[in-house]
């Protein structure tokens, strides 16, 4: 720890010799009743630490708070209470939850922090560091040459940002993340687009961007088309690419309530992740020790090559008379093309790229078959690859070939990350508006806008890198850490004239993504604070309130992001073509998105009623879809081509030993959200620190590693050393690393229709120095 560092979480007493025991190779059923499970008493001694502590009764009233949950876009809380969910029921909180609450209620920064500490002492903090350094309590900012941050004030923050966004439009961008409201994100993207700019990068251009461009193409929506209603009726739940255990903990109670009404869930991921084959959930309080059996099928295929298990599927469903033929005519377009080319597609290359038996995989095509109701669900495993939009055809190909979308209990449902980053793009904060958006905007700006597409977060960090931005403003999110080849992140950053960070709490990217001449920091309300009320979208379309609140910062100079918006926006455009001022009032904000934001008519009324509702026309209960054939269009798959470089690639003689190259999946920890670290350790992993590589053991004693060897990884992009050797439950010829601590090893591989990079494959060498 740092001297910068204020308080430490103690972890859960677990011994990592409990998680190490060598793996058997990937098969079909996973022994339950051997494994350790995920959630479990842990879980409640982490709330018990964190409520029954001074800053308890702090917590336990932010819990109660009629306002959305922080963490996650499985969405709680808002008009019926904190603990309730869309469907009125109880309870409905998680440790996320705790740990997001518990880190926003901190102390503010004292008044000489950043005179005691240099840019150089803040930089060599740790991302956990960083976030227990407390909250922001007054702007600062950092002058071109300096090594301090300094308190600056508010009439000159206003006269930086206005002169910087004041540039040739072509020159001015935004990032965001889903940590805001739909109000801030809706004037974000207005001020913006207003500018005559289209540079509107957000974090799902990181993540879930691949979900909405596929989900688009094949069904003319880009959100999940299952509500939480309706995955009730489900018999059967495909779950790939996903931690739901660690990052979406309350969907575990879903899976948990399918078993139990005898449906099935198939777990594909490379990780054996032990929550996914065993969790034991406080909602179900008899079963937490010994937990419930997750997984009826765990399959473990190569990283990136789900494309090839999906496309093998659909070949036992041809095989066996299965594919649902009827609905394929009525209700789609294109499926003679997707079906010649899965009969086309051969069995050994099916197999040699996926990297599962022909067993496994006609397991899984029976348990869908068998099954009434299938919903498939995905998270960024599928999402973080460079072939990403195909993997998401090859679902949806499955889902439609066996008839499971549009009627209630199936369809297709991405797992998105943050609270209300689905939000955004409801918003219109996107790099790629839709027509029928930017004509409701374009009638009340009563002007013509840019047509062509703006910078995405992978565009941005580019067109920085070659000097051709000079003003950037950050709503929330960590745009340095949460990207591929840090080194060329912080380059990028440091090109830029002028950036302006609104945020809650300090993170790497205050003190590593640095302007060329200004840097900064606007200190804002954390949703539970906010003076007015404000409204987000949960990821499966259920749109919620919140309530005013008071900060517990005492003597705190912070800022509303609505209010900081509204006067910058006013400042750069005056009255014309609007009153700006105006949208300081959110009620008058929430009456333009339901005039502008199709399936967001209610939001307009949501003042007087407090009716929180799901968006209209997103979730399918027959198969008529918003194409302009009213039809499902299926799209082809073609197998990806998986080789990975030699160790001769990464500059290593092929003679040199121990060494072995491995496809990487940078990944989250169970005390993790996004780029914020809560817990170093993650105990379900047997990981005791964020410098560890999980390898399945077989690996390394082939390759001349053992247990806990201290090693170099080399990517494309950088090399982290001193990294210790972990056995755990990962395939054979993959290995998991933290997320974003491994982001320095790799360039950014990207999937060219959506922009997102291929974190979850990322070619490495691992070697002794």
Request: net charge negative; aromatic share 6%; charged share 20%.
């Amino acid at each position: 720890m740092t001297q910068l560092d204020q308080t430490e979480d103690s972890a859960p007493s677990t011994a990592a010799s409990d998680r190490d025991s060598p793996p058997s190779p990937p098969v079909a059923e996973p022994t339950a009743d051997s494994m350790p499970i995920g959630g479990g008493l842990p879980i409640i001694q982490y709330w018990a630490q964190k409520t029954l502590s001074p800053q308890g009764p702090q917590i336990w009233k932010t819990l109660f708070h009629k306002s959305a949950c922080l963490s996650c876009a499985w969405g709680t809380g808002g008009q019926n209470g904190g603990f309730i969910n869309e469907l009125e029921e109880p309870l409905q909180r998680c440790m996320k939850s705790v740990q997001a609450i518990s880190s926003e209620l901190q102390p503010g920064l004292s008044d000489h922090f950043f005179a005691r500490h240099t840019i150089a002492e803040l930089q060599a903090l740790t991302s956990r560091e960083a976030d227990r350094l407390g909250r922001l309590s007054f702007p600062v900012i950092r002058r071109a040459g300096s090594d301090h941050y300094e308190r600056v004030r508010w009439d000159e923050i206003y006269q930086l940002t206005t002169v910087g966004f004041s540039l040739p439009p072509e020159r001015v961008a935004s990032y965001s993340s889903g940590r805001s409201s739909n109000e801030a994100a809706f004037l974000l993207q207005l001020m913006v687009r207003a500018l005559g700019s289209n540079n509107l990068a957000d974090c799902s251009d990181l993540c879930h961007a691949p979900s909405t461009v596929s989900l688009n193409k094949v069904f003319g929506t880009g959100t999940s088309l299952v509500s939480l209603e309706s995955l009730r009726q489900a018999d059967c739940v495909v779950l790939v690419g996903s931690n739901a255990p660690a990052n979406h903990p309350r969907l575990m109670n879903e899976l948990i309530e399918l078993r139990d009404r005898g449906g099935k869930v198939i777990a594909i991921n490379p990780v054996k992740e032990v929550g996914l084959v065993k969790f034991g959930s406080p909602a179900h309080p008899l079963r937490l020790v010994q937990g419930e059996e997750i997984a009826s099928l765990f399959l473990q295929p190569i990283p990136g090559s789900d494309l090839a298990l999906f496309v093998g599927i659909q070949k036992v469903l041809l095989e066996r008379g299965w594919v649902q033929f009827d609905y394929l005519k009525a209700h789609t377009e294109n499926w003679q093309d997707v079906i010649d080319q899965v009969a086309a597609t051969g069995w050994e290359a099916i197999v040699a790229t996926c990297g599962l038996t022909l067993t496994e995989i006609v397991a899984a095509a029976e348990m869908i078959h068998s099954s009434q109701n299938v919903v498939f669900a995905w998270a960024m495993g599928i999402t973080h690859q460079a072939n990403s939009v195909d993997n998401i055809y090859s679902i949806a190909n499955t889902a439609l070939m066996t008839g499971n979308v549009g009627k209630p209990g199936a369809g297709l449902m991405p797992i998105r990350g943050h609270s209300n980053v689905q939000g955004f793009g409801s918003m219109g904060v996107t790099a790629h508006l839709k027509d029928n958006i930017r004509e409701a905007l374009e009638k009340l700006l009563g002007k013509s806008l840019k047509r062509e597409p703006g910078y995405d977060a992978r565009a941005l960090i580019e067109a920085a890198d070659a000097g051709e931005v000079d003003a950037l403003l950050c709503l929330g999110g960590n745009l340095y850490a949460a990207n591929p080849d840090l080194t060329q992140a912080k380059r990028a950053l440091g090109n830029i004239d002028t950036i302006v960070y609104l945020a809650t709490k300090p993170n790497q990217g205050h003190f590593h993504g640095l302007a060329r001449q200004n840097t900064i920091i606007v200190p804002v309300f954390a949703r539970f604070e906010n003076p007015h009320k404000t409204t987000v979208e949960s990821g499966n379309n259920f749109v919620r309130l919140n309530s005013p609140g008071k900060t517990h910062l005492k003597g705190a100079d912070l800022v509303t992001e609505i209010d900081f918006l509204a006067e910058l926006a006013h400042r750069l455009h005056g009255d014309q073509p609007i009153n700006w001022r105006r949208l300081h009032d959110t009620r008058y904000v929430r009456q333009l998105i339901a005039q502008t934001i199709p399936g967001y008519e209610k939001i307009g009324e949501i003042d007087d009623t407090n009716a929180e509702f799901t968006i209209s026309g997103r979730i399918f209960l027959e198969p008529k879809f918003p194409t302009t054939s009213g039809k499902a269009e299926m799209q082809p798959t073609p197998l990806p081509n998986l080789t990975l470089p030699t160790l001769q690639d990464f500059g290593l003689s092929d003679a040199q030993h121990p060494a072995l190259v491995l496809a990487l999946i940078t990944g989250r920890s169970y005390g993790q959200h996004n780029t914020v670290v809560y817990k170093e350790a993650d105990e379900y992993r047997g990981m005791p620190h964020r410098h560890c590589i999980l390898m399945h053991p077989d690996d390394a004693q082939r390759a001349g590693f053992s247990q806990n060897q201290r090693v170099s990884v080399r990517g494309d992009a950088g090399q982290l050393d001193g990294i210790e050797i972990i056995f755990g439950e990962v395939r054979s010829g993959a290995a998991l690393m933290f997320y974003p601590e491994a982001n320095v090893l790799m360039k950014a591989r990207i999937e060219p229709r959506a922009g997102t990079p291929a974190y979850k494959r990322v070619p490495v060498a691992v070697f002794l120095r």
